[in-house]
């Protein structure tokens, strides 16, 4: 087995002295052969998936060490929906070094309104705890692993509409209280080992093949690692300290760790969605400029619990994503497990909360709740996440990173 990781180098230097040499005679005549060729490689590939599973099945209760790295990250993401009422919550919490998180909090209550952490459209805040992820008031537990979570916050938000630029006015604060318990209803997809390699094989294609490319995404491989899974979140929350309200949503928790550097992520778009026959998706078509400039990922999870990697995907990120625009519709068409899905989504773009990156100063997430439909008729629910890394993001003053003193 180890004797394979040298067979693909060897075989990806052949391909690359026959294909490089002629490239320049042919642009781009040469990539379905490259694509052909690097199907078969990740096919046949089974040992390096195993190995990628065994290190990534691990998701130990407490959050891990981080690497010795400026870029090193943590990171724990929850959605939540209603499915019956105009109700969500968004909650967000990544460990970075020397003390900091990036947080984000959004809600949306039915009948109450809209709420954001008063931190917004600033992201990052002290780092409260080295046994839970825990920053600006809102703690994540995991209770059991690949199974249960809790969620919750007590503290201050702001009254919406959300803001879409740094202020410094404080706005109208509410005291917010909420506690919930995540339980899945999927299994674990691990976008290192579940994924489907067509998708790599088409994105690597297109790409000038080098030997420091291959080290780079060998590299950007063993340094990123991706667990998604679907589940309920049941409790209550209590606002400006009037009734309890009991709340029962239904979302994605995504756990990412190991190093991710905001600045080589030129733009993405990100579609989760939850749809009423039991359908959860995922798609993402990502630009990074360093690997891959057109890749497509995700996958579907069927409502009989089969999951399967995203096969081909007609998402172009030029498209979905031109500069500073975000439109009202979007429509993606993808397969996965055998099986043609078309999604439409309907942002609502009231709902469209901005987080600025404060690690680098520039870039801004986009978190679009939207209205889904799968095929035309079954109704979906969820958000369209964009990440646009030049849009000139305000610098927020007085920005406090690490630990208070
Ligand atoms: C919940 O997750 C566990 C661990 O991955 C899995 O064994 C179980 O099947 C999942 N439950 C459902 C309903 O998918
Ligand atoms: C909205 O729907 C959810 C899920 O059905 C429910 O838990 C909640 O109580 C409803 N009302 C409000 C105000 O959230
Ligand atoms: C991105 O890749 C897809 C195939 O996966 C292709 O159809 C599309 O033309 C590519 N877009 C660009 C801008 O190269
Ligand atoms: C992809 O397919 C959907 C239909 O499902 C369509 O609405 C959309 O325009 C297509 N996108 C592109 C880039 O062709």
């Not at 993401?77 to 070094?97: D, H, I």
């Not at 009254?159 to 999927?186: I, M």
């Not at 088409?202 to 063993?222: C, D, H, N, S």
């Not at 043609?340 to 690690?359: E, H, I, R």
Request: charged share 20%.
């Amino acid at each position: 087995m180890p004797a394979l990781p040298a067979l693909l180098a060897l075989v990806a230097a052949a391909l690359l002295a026959l294909l490089g040499a002629r490239r320049a005679a042919a642009p781009g005549a040469w990539s379905p052969l490259k694509r052909w060729a690097l199907g078969c490689l990740l096919l046949c590939h089974g040992a390096w998936r195993q190995r990628a599973a065994a290190e990534g099945t691990a998701e130990p209760r407490r959050p891990r060490p981080l690497r010795p790295d400026p870029h090193a990250l943590d990171s724990v993401y929850f959605t939540g929906f209603a499915e019956t009422n105009k109700t969500f919550v968004v909650a967000r919490l990544a460990k970075r070094p020397a003390g900091m998180c990036e947080m984000w909090l959004f809600l949306r209550v039915e009948g109450i309104g809209e709420f954001e952490h008063p931190q917004h459209p600033n992201m990052m805040v002290p780092d409260e705890s080295e046994e839970i992820w825990s920053g600006g008031g809102l703690t994540i537990e995991y209770l059991e692993p690949q199974m249960c979570w809790k969620i919750s916050f007590d503290g201050l938000l702001r009254k919406g509409p959300y803001r879409q630029q740094w202020s410094e006015e404080e706005g109208d604060l509410v005291p917010v209280k909420f506690s919930l318990h995540w339980e899945n209803f999927t299994e674990v997809f691990n976008f290192n080992v579940d994924s489907h390699p067509s998708t790599f094989a088409r994105a690597f294609a297109q790409e000038p093949w080098t030997i420091q490319f291959f080290q780079r995404v060998k590299k950007q491989r063993e340094q990123h690692f991706r667990h998604e899974q679907w589940g309920q979140s049941v409790g209550e929350i209590e606002i400006d300290n009037r009734e309890k309200i009991e709340l029962s949503l239904k979302g994605v928790r995504s756990h990412s760790y190991g190093i991710r550097n905001w600045a080589e992520i030129y733009r993405y778009v990100m579609i989760l969605a939850h749809f009423e026959d039991g359908t959860a998706a995922h798609l993402t078509v990502i630009n990074i400029p360093a690997t891959t400039t057109n890749l497509t990922v995700g996958y579907v999870f069927f409502p009989d619990g089969r999951k399967a990697g995203i096969e081909w995907s007609n998402a172009s990120l030029a498209e979905m994503a031109e500069d500073g625009v975000i439109k009202d519709e979007y429509g993606v068409s993808f397969t996965a497990g055998g099986k043609d899905f078309a999604v439409s989504a309907v942002l609502d773009k009231q709902t469209c909360p901005v987080v600025f990156n404060g690690l680098v100063g520039s870039g801004v997430f986009h978190e679009c709740i939207a209205d889904f439909q799968l095929d035309g008729s079954t109704q979906g629910w969820g958000l369209v996440e964009f990440y646009y890394r030049d849009e000139a993001a305000q610098l927020v003053p007085n920005l406090q990173l690490g630990p208070k003193t």
